[in-house]
């Protein structure tokens, strides 16, 4: 492959402009070590021959290809983006503004700021919260009137705003706006306000958390409620709520909390976790397996047989705590045999003392990682969770090594604690 990249690398000055982009993309994306001067000379061809390419393809190269692509070059492309005709609708074929933006971050980080601030004050409805909210600023006390006149207003993305940026000062009026519109908000406003309750007044927001899950006649957002609230969980009132929640005669909320405490609860949470699983054994202690599963393995998320998934998951997948072998075996003679085939593969892993890593940057720079039996989002949860496994345990690690940006030393980071286990990692690195 990198002898016909670079036999159509010494072609491309004689090509169409057309040819000159795809060459030139290729180029940059390609596992050949440009220098970088020959990246910056590669950037430059594919920015003058830009608009060639579809849109589907530009936007796919700066969503997904930016780590290969990216550089200062770019601005001027990205504020030529951002200054054209919105897209409300979010329809295919059209430029993204709100990749444009995310990109424009990096390359010109002061401009990006300006403009974030004014798509906040004048939304043109295309750009949403994960753009608007990557200010370094925690409070924005400034558009504090304008966010709460939008969320009276009904506007779409004001909610997950002041969520974000709004200050305790803002409190009274945003509970006022919450309690008188609450019938109108869809489950992601509701939740977003919420969380912004438990940041400023942690009582009042456990109070509303509370209330919203005894509402079940008219909205369906008592089902995901308490996993929506994220790393709130691990308030104390919150939490105790979440545990007392596991017995909600409605299987499908108990899951969910069994669900919030295993993804953002304190160590202390696993206890309850057990507790409820060794009480839900009591219950089908002696009954057929078809009661539970009306066909072998059947899983069904409103029923019983969801709640026992989620609590055996809760307890091996748990974020802040590891399970033992003896741990296993015990969940082994409390599940039903449709739990039994994944616990003997965490069995295997733990017997045999090795198990892959994966990682992986999404567009918008976070981490995506599977390691072992855990599947996570965030480099502090992965780190998190790494530093629990038993030193013993040796990774085979089968990551992309990021080529440039952040990532790269988020990953020396990984590559650091993966080390401290036995033997250090057993790479098969992918360039």
């Known amino acids: 492959m990198d002898k016909v990249l670079f036999l159509a690398a010494g072609t491309a000055a004689t090509k169409s ?3 000159r982009a795809v060459i030139a993309s290729e180029m940059l994306q390609s596992a050949s070590v440009l220098t970088p001067e020959a990246r910056a000379r590669w950037r430059q061809i594919l920015i003058d021959n830009w608009s060639t390419l579809s849109v589907d393809r530009q936007n796919e190269l700066l969503d997904y290809r930016w780590e290969r692509i990216g550089g200062p070059e770019w601005t001027p492309v990205l504020l030529g983006i951002l200054s054209g005709v919105p897209n409300p609708n979010r329809l295919a074929g059209k ?9 424009l971050l990096e390359t010109a980080p002061e401009t990006a700021r300006g403009l974030i601030l004014e798509e906040i004050v004048s939304p043109k409805g295309d750009i949403g919260v994960e753009v608007l909210g990557k200010l370094t600023e925690r409070e924005l006390p400034q558009l504090e009137k304008t966010l709460t006149a939008g969320l009276a207003s009904g506007e779409e993305v004001d909610a997950e705003l002041i969520e974000r940026y709004a200050s305790p000062r803002a409190f009274s009026e945003v509970r006022s706006i919450y309690e008188t519109r609450l019938s ?10 919420l969380r912004y309750f438990l940041r400023v007044d942690p009582d009042y927001g456990v109070q509303q958390v509370a209330q919203s899950l005894t509402e079940r006649e008219k909205t369906g957002c008592f089902r995901t409620r308490l996993s929506a609230m994220g790393e709130f969980i691990r308030q104390p009132k919150l939490q105790q709520l979440a545990i007392a929640t596991l017995d909600d005669p409605a299987p499908e909320v108990a899951r969910d909390a069994a669900k919030a405490l295993s993804e953002f609860g304190s160590p202390s949470a696993e206890d309850a976790l057990w507790r409820r699983l060794e009480k839900f054994h ?8 078809s009661l539970l599963h009306p066909e072998p393995g059947l899983i069904e998320y409103d029923r019983d047989s969801g709640l026992e ?9 748990g974020q802040a705590w590891f399970p033992t072998s003896g741990q296993i075996d015990d969940l082994k003679a409390l599940s039903s045999p449709a739990m039994q085939r994944d616990l003997d593969s965490i069995a295997k892993t733990l017997t045999e003392q090795q198990c892959t890593l994966l990682v992986t940057w999404l567009p918008d720079e976070r981490v995506i990682y599977t390691v072992g039996w855990y599947n996570g989002l965030g480099l502090d949860r ?4 790494l530093e629990q496994f038993p030193q ?12 440039n940006g952040p990532a790269v030393e988020e990953f020396e980071q990984i590559e650091q604690i993966v080390a401290l286990h036995k033997g250090g990692p057993s790479t098969q690195m992918r360039p």
């Open 392 to 403: 013993q345990i040796r990774f085979t690690d089968v990551s992309t090594k990021p080529a």
């Open 282 to 289: 009591r219950k089908w202690l002696g009954k057929q397996d």
């Open 309 to 317: 998934e989620a609590l055996v998951k809760g307890i091996t997948q």
């Open 184 to 193: 109108d908000l869809v489950c992601d406003e509701q939740d977003a306000l």
């Open 17 to 19: 402009p057309e040819a």
């Open 95 to 103: 430029p993204s503004r709100s990749v444009a933006l995310r990109r």
């Open 382 to 385: 992965l780190k998190e969770k």
